[in-house]
């Protein structure tokens, strides 16, 4: 995740595909971790433009639900967090050239200095599945 020069980044522990967990639902969970963090640093009542350079997330996001129960699941949390805060998410689908945080998801890590120092309280549904770098 990248948040103008500021970063973040998790990784899928081994085994973590399994029971449904596929690239589309990993997919859909970088964009539930964005809204986690959005909330958590207190954005509230406003909408937030989210570029990704997965089509099929963006679509799933926006039609609010896919054949696979744990996209559907994800969409649900985000859902389930955005409402309390007043928050829309408009996903907007860019190339993987211009993904800001498309070197961040291939493990080529920011500066140090520029990582995000608020890390997202995982949901407990996630941790046996992620951990943050």
């Given at each position: 995740?990248?948040?103008?020069?500021?970063?973040?980044?998790?990784?899928?522990?081994?085994?973590?595909?399994?029971?449904?967990?596929?690239?589309?639902?990993?997919?859909?969970?970088?964009?539930?971790?964005?809204?986690?963090?959005?909330?958590?640093?207190?954005?509230?009542?406003?909408?937030?433009?989210?570029?990704?350079?997965?089509?099929?997330?963006?679509g799933t996001f926006?039609?609010?639900?896919?054949?696979?129960?744990?996209?559907?699941?994800?969409?649900?949390?985000?859902?389930?967090?955005?409402?309390?805060?007043?928050?829309?998410?408009?996903?907007?689908?860019?190339?993987?050239?211009?993904?800001?945080?498309?070197?961040?998801?291939?493990?080529?890590?920011?500066?140090p200095s520029l990582?995000?120092?608020?890390?997202?309280?995982?949901?407990?549904?996630?941790?046996?599945?992620?951990?943050?770098?």
């Amino acid at each position: 995740m990248v948040l103008d020069l500021q970063w973040a980044a998790w990784k899928l522990r081994p085994g973590w595909k399994a029971d449904g967990c596929d690239i589309g639902w990993a997919e859909s969970i970088a964009l539930e971790l964005a809204i986690l963090w959005l909330i958590q640093v207190g954005h509230v009542n406003c909408n937030i433009i989210v570029h990704g350079d997965n089509a099929g997330v963006i679509g799933t996001f926006s039609k609010g639900c896919l054949h696979n129960v744990l996209c559907n699941d994800s969409i649900h949390h985000m859902e389930a967090s955005i409402i309390p805060n007043n928050i829309s998410i408009s996903p907007v689908y860019v190339t993987s050239t211009w993904n800001k945080a498309n070197q961040v998801s291939r493990g080529t890590l920011g500066p140090p200095s520029l990582q995000m120092s608020d890390s997202i309280q995982l949901p407990v549904d996630l941790t046996q599945f992620l951990f943050y770098v």
